[in-house]
């Protein structure tokens, strides 16, 4: 009785405990201020306003030098913009074809904000070799939806040809548009599919209905919140996205983890109160280790230094916490208010499911896996192992147009440019900053570059100056590399430019500051970064969590094995990719065409978050396990009735994460595909084969070494234990 006394004390006065117990007994201000702090900072955010990101600040390395180098001498106004005219049987050099050529010519000299218009009769490599196609370039600085009006109209007036438009601008508005359409799509239809699969696990509209609230409320409060560190962190558009995302998923997991205990512990006969303090001081807690674990695995982010995904891991991190918030606050006192009016609106045939059933289906593959324990970690590891092999090829790329949707207008002109216009990718440009650009020095320098690169094979012409501060400081040369733009030659041809030809020439003139930009170059510069602080991010996110899951449940081997099994479900979340992406063996199933690589930003970042949410069910399930363990049973009889009777609470959550990651996975753009593809991926391996298989296998096996702690660490507190009622009327 001593020490069931001193469990409850534990339990009743950690941290979730005392707020969920403040929170009971408060509730109006808790409710209400809930709904002033969400209020509130959605209209705050909106007042202060959101600062973006923009293009040039976001680059990283050299590239990005060069970038904010020619922004500040106003060489970035204007998007580069190509109108491709083409024909199966007319040439270039025919009347027809030369017609629609000078219409489209003509219609943009007199559009506004149109400049550095480029003709193919002025300029012979904007015909094609065959002489079928023909390209007029230019730039612009206001609306693209004008000229592309035009165009198409053109194109109409012209049956005989194929006139098409492609470039940064008509691009990024064709992006806009579909990301619009799909992620009103995926908002649609992720809060109807939510809420089914929480009325299917609770039976009750009330119940089903409060995680998502929850959710969705913590999800406008941290798009309210994120207007504040983007002063200091400037937000990228995919902030907001993933912020939904996320947001949801964690939302909705939280609370239902926390309503289940609550349920279950008023079905095992405690009042409304002692229901609602256990549930605080046990799943709680587990909300507040999990909650830690996801801030911590995102804060690895910052380790990058890349601006976009600081800028996604600030918006993960205030959506988490947020949801932590009113997970351990708003939710009790709802609960406290409700009390068994949770069940109201329960759903015929379901029935409202108080007390958590215990799977008969995990019952008896736990069983089975606690009398062979090493054969079955064996063969779901080497299954997992044998999941993850593929990611040894991962391969990335960061084209801007690989992200683009097949079926497009623009995707079209974009393939049929690259037919046509083989091996001509967007220039590297050379941006130069002097006291004078114009001194015989500088210029001749130049010119000796543009010789040497000729020379060389590695880069041809049209090289020239394209562009000149009206100071007369800044100039930018534009040189056309060999290769695609994004592949192994084009990088040697830069490479070669940058570390031998610029400073044998330009980079020997005193006081000149010279760097590289262009597609090419951003798309080394990003992934360069992010290979060499990857292990810096690794090792932080591991480091962390490992001292976090030490501290939380005493034992080094606890924290040791969700670490090491977390990692096999990433990186079988990993070799998935690579198979269906990379390979192309999902192509016909999910709509996409193989870019032959996986889009640059996601591998890392998918780390951070698939580490962290992958936690979530491992700490719930360790937590009811250790507190079973506490109270005296032995590990594997805590193992063999904790996996089956928390199966259901944890298969719900997982179902919903899986659902709403899935709808990612049929949206139009690829990266968003692969992003909802390797969460689902993963929580679905971490939720059936690790939760099932590998954590019942491993613990059978180590049995007490599972707690082992260190002497020297016998300092850290006890973990907090569920009060003794609790545990009389569990066992």
Not at 27 to 38: C, E, H, S, T
Not at 353 to 363: D, G, I, K, L, N
Not at 416 to 426: H, M, N, S, V
Request: with cysteine; hydrophobic share 50%.
């Amino acid at each position: 009785m001593a020490d069931q006394s001193r469990a409850a004390a534990c339990g009743r006065n950690n941290l979730a405990a005392r707020m969920g117990r403040w929170s009971a007994r408060h509730r109006k201000v808790a409710i209400l201020g809930w709904l002033a702090f969400v209020l509130i900072a959605f209209v705050l955010g909106g007042l202060v306003g959101t600062k973006n990101l923009s293009d040039a600040n976001a680059q990283p390395g050299e590239s990005g030098r060069a970038a904010r180098v020619a922004a500040a001498a106003g060489f970035d106004q204007g998007d580069p913009e190509t109108v491709l005219v083409q024909s199966s049987s007319l040439k270039a050099s025919d009347g027809a074809f030369a017609e629609a050529v000078h219409e489209v010519e003509q219609m943009l000299r007199k559009q506004t904000g149109i400049s550095h218009l480029s003709s193919p009769y002025s300029h012979r490599r904007q015909i094609s070799r065959d002489g079928h196609s023909a390209v007029i370039q230019f730039r612009i600085a206001t609306s693209i939806e004008t000229v592309l009006r035009a165009v198409h109209r053109i194109g109409q007036d012209h049956p005989a040809l194929y006139i098409g438009e492609y470039g940064d601008a008509s691009a990024s508005k064709a992006m806009d548009d579909t990301v619009g359409r799909d992620f009103h799509r995926a908002e649609m239809l992720s809060v109807p599919l939510t809420l089914a699969i929480l009325l299917f696990g609770f039976g009750a509209i009330v119940a089903a209905g409060i995680p998502v609230v929850l959710a969705l409320t913590a999800v406008i409060a941290a798009l309210g919140l994120l207007a504040w560190p983007s002063h200091i962190w400037p937000a990228d558009d995919a902030a907001n996205s993933v912020i939904l995302l996320i947001g949801l998923a964690v939302g909705v997991d939280y609370s239902l983890f926390y309503i289940r205990r609550e349920r279950e512990e008023r079905a095992l006969g405690k009042g409304t109160a002692a229901a609602l303090e256990a549930a605080a001081a046990t799943s709680g807690r587990a909300v507040i280790v999990s909650g830690l674990t996801v801030l911590i695995a995102m804060a690895g982010l910052f380790v990058t230094g890349e601006k976009e995904l600081v800028s996604v891991g600030v918006g993960t991190m205030l959506v988490v916490a947020t949801a932590m918030l009113g997970s351990l606050t708003v939710l009790p006192a709802l609960l406290s208010k409700l009390g068994d009016r949770i069940d109201s609106g329960k759903l015929p045939f379901l029935g409202f499911r108080r007390q958590a059933r215990e799977s008969r289906v995990f019952a008896a593959l736990v069983a089975q896996v606690l009398r062979r324990p090493a054969a079955w970690l064996a063969v779901a590891g080497g299954l997992l192992v044998l999941l993850a092999v593929p990611a040894f090829w991962l391969h990335t790329n960061n084209a801007d147009e690989t992200a683009l949707p097949q079926g497009l207008a623009v995707t079209k002109t974009y393939d049929r440019l690259q037919r046509a216009f083989p091996g001509d990718p967007e220039p590297a440009y050379v941006i130069v900053k002097t006291r004078d650009v114009r001194a015989a020095a500088v210029q001749r320098e130049l010119a000796e570059l543009r010789r040497r690169a000729l020379v060389s094979g590695e880069m041809h012409d049209p090289i020239s100056l394209v562009r000149t501060s009206d100071d007369g400081t800044v100039a930018a040369m534009a040189v056309p590399l060999a290769g695609s733009g994004t592949d192994a030659r084009s990088e040697q041809a830069l490479s070669l430019l940058r570390d031998r030809l610029i400073p044998g020439t330009i980079g020997r003139v005193r006081g000149v500051e010279a760097s590289v930009g262009g597609l090419t170059a951003e798309s080394k510069d990003f992934n360069d970064l992010l290979k060499s602080r990857a292990p810096l991010v690794f090792a932080f996110v591991l480091g962390l969590a490992f001292v976090l899951l030490v501290a939380s449940f005493r034992s080094i081997v606890v924290a040791a094995k969700a670490v090491v099994l977390n990692l096999l479900s990433v990186g079988a979340a990993y070799g998935l990719l690579v198979a269906v992406f990379q390979w192309g063996w999902g192509e016909s199933l999910l709509g996409f065409e193989s870019t032959g690589g996986i889009t640059s930003w996601l591998p890392l970042f998918l780390f951070v978050v698939l580490f962290g949410l992958s936690m979530d069910y491992h700490v719930f399930i360790l937590t009811r396990i250790r507190e079973a363990v506490d109270r005296g049973e032995p590990t594997d009889r805590a193992v063999a009735r904790v996996i089956p009777a928390t199966a259901g609470v944890v298969t719900n959550a997982a179902l919903v994460m899986v659902g709403v990651f899935s709808i990612f996975a049929t949206l139009s753009r690829i990266d968003l595909k692969q992003l909802g593809v390797g969460l689902a991926a993963a929580i679905l391996i971490d939720a059936t084969i690790v939760r099932a298989v590998l954590l019942p296998a491993s613990m059978k096996l180590l049995g007490r070494w599972n707690w082992y702690l260190p002497r020297w660490l016998e300092w850290l507190p006890r973990p907090d234990r569920a009060p003794a009622a609790a545990a009389s009327a569990e066992a």
